[in-house]
């Protein structure tokens, strides 16, 4: 995924679930969690995610006039519930897998990177 994209998914996933300093950095967490839906066989997810990111994109844009990244972690977050509860089904398959990303990336194993 482009770097922009790995950014994106770093600042939603730091959002999702904010780090302590026991826990990995949201761009590592990021880059665990690219990998994992990087396996052969699981194609579908990247199209996914990267749908979603610039849905989450797209949602910014609207509602504050700029992207994601460049919006308060306020104005992040309610970006974030609005994803959460668009009831599409195709949205929601999405928010599933970013919560799923999240949760590997910050708890996988150390040796997995760090």
């Not at 599409?88 to 150390?110: D, N, Y």
Request: with cysteine; hydrophobic share 45%; net charge positive.
């Amino acid at each position: 995924m482009p770097e922009v994209t790995e950014a994106l998914l770093s600042a939603v996933m730091a959002r999702v679930l904010p780090v302590d300093a026991s826990m990995r950095s949201a761009a590592s967490a990021a880059r665990i969690g690219l990998s994992t839906v990087s396996i052969p066989g699981k194609e579908h997810r990247v199209r996914l995610l990267a749908d979603g990111l610039a849905y989450i994109e797209s949602l910014a844009a609207r509602k504050w006039e700029r992207g994601f990244l460049d919006c308060s972690e306020a104005e992040q977050d309610s970006v974030l519930r609005l994803v959460e509860n668009t009831p599409h089904p195709t949205v929601q398959q999405f928010w599933r897998l970013v919560i799923k990303l999240t949760l590997v990336g910050a708890f996988a194993s150390q040796k997995h990177g760090r």
